[in-house]
């Protein structure tokens, strides 16, 4: 199953077998069977960009592979890395950015692997340098108009990481304006404005360490 978000709601692209079994949270939802053409993918990316009114749309097929890379050739795809980042009080680094609290990420540059670029990405938009990269835990799928009016699709891969680091000095170019290491009982007692992949992110990672 691929779960992207376009225009902050999840679209769902399943197995046909596997459709009866997904479970969504929400009453306003679209379920459709795939019938094949690009031009039906076209209809509901277009329905996602122009408005939020609904809670997911889910699309399956008999073929899943095949409905995705007819989504995929629709984008120009764009691969980035970031981490969940712990301290030795098993706190986790967040940044506020654009009005939003994120999770450190970036592009992958060319010739770069992905733990590499994750590394980099945390220490430039936190200041944090003493990384230890430990598991994989999720990749994410996100969509963006670029400035030229182009469809992207962001894929992000995400690790868990350790640091003994506590000073933090955000990256101002990168409109960051804030990074905090946070206990995420806390954190979530509060409403946030947090995007939808990065709280995905933050329930496999209290899965993965529970």
Known sequence: MYKIYINGTPLFLTSTKD???????????IKMKYVGKKKFLHNYIDLLEKNTSFDAIVLH??????????????YKTIEAAGGVVKNEK???????????????????EKGESKEAAAIREVQEETGVQNVDLQDFIHTTYHTYLSKKGKR???????????????????????????????????????????????????????????
């Open 61 to 74: 097929s008999p073929d899943l592979e095949k409905m995705w890379d007819h989504f995929h050739s629709i």
């Open 19 to 29: 459709f009866p079994s997904l479970k969504l949270e929400g009453e306003n939802f």
């Open 152 to 210: 992207i699709l962001k894929v992000s891969y995400w690790y868990i990481m350790k640091t003994t680091d506590s000073d933090l000095t955000p990256q101002g170019e990168e409109g960051i304006e804030k990074a905090v290491f946070t206990n995420l009982e806390s954190f979530f007692s509060q409403p946030r404005k947090i995007y939808g992949n990065i709280l995905d992110v933050v329930e496999k990672y209290r899965a993965f360490i529970s």
């Open 90 to 108: 098993e706190e986790v680094l967040m940044i506020y950015r654009l009005g939003f609290w994120d999770l450190p990420k970036g592009k992958i």
